[in-house]
């Protein structure tokens, strides 16, 4: 797949272990496809969380985000994790490219999507994620070509 090699990508995901198949699953395709990946863990208690996650969007090429369900709401609704949407917006800020794959189920994100210009893909809670590697791909792609023109 390689269609990326040399790029780097900063992943935004939970390190929860509920998510621990989703995050495997993306970061895998990611790394198929040629990205270096980095991902903000914690550590480091010389430097804050809030700098290691500044820094890592600097340091990348492409800031990707994978939002999975953290908060049960009302009705079988559910909320990522704000520390992920703040990181979102930090990209943005960075004027990064972003690419954010959302799972179903999280609702009132309205403000987001506006921010993200309304790009990004669904996937469902299964096994494996349903959700073509082709289709990851592809989106990635468009993702660098927006960036570059």
Same mark, same amino acid.
């Given at each position: 797949?390689?269609?990326?090699?040399?790029?780097?990508?900063?992943?935004?995901?939970?390190?929860?272990?509920?998510?621990?198949?989703?995050?495997?699953?993306?970061?895998?395709?990611?790394?198929?496809?040629?990205?270096?990946?980095?991902?903000?863990?914690?550590?480091?208690?010389?430097?804050?969380?809030?700098? +290691?996650?500044? /820094?890592? %969007?600097?340091?990348? &090429?492409?800031? $990707?985000?994978? @939002?999975?369900?953290?908060?049960?709401?009302?009705?079988?609704?559910?909320?990522?994790?704000?520390?992920?949407?703040?990181?979102?917006?930090?990209?943005?800020?960075?004027?990064?490219?972003?690419?954010?794959?959302?799972?179903?189920?999280?609702?009132?994100?309205?403000?987001?999507?506006?921010?993200?210009?309304?790009?990004?893909?669904?996937?469902? +809670?299964?096994? /494996?994620? %349903?959700?073509?590697? &082709?289709?990851? $791909?592809?989106? @990635?792609?468009?993702?660098?070509?927006?960036?570059?023109?």
């Amino acid at each position: 797949m390689d269609d990326f090699a040399g790029m780097k990508a900063m992943i935004s995901l939970s390190l929860g272990e509920r998510d621990q198949p989703i995050s495997d699953y993306f970061c895998t395709l990611i790394k198929l496809a040629g990205f270096e990946i980095e991902i903000v863990k914690p550590g480091d208690p010389e430097e804050s969380a809030s700098e +290691r996650v500044k /820094n890592c %969007i600097k340091n990348n &090429d492409v800031f $990707i985000s994978i @939002l999975s369900a953290k908060h049960e709401l009302k009705n079988g609704r559910y909320m990522p994790s704000s520390w992920l949407i703040d990181e979102i917006g930090r990209a943005v800020q960075a004027e990064k490219p972003i690419g954010v794959f959302i799972e179903e189920g999280i609702t009132d994100i309205d403000h987001l999507v506006e921010v993200i210009k309304g790009d990004y893909l669904q996937f469902k +809670r299964t096994e /494996n994620p %349903i959700i073509m590697p &082709d289709k990851i $791909i592809n989106y @990635l792609k468009k993702l660098i070509d927006m960036s570059i023109n």
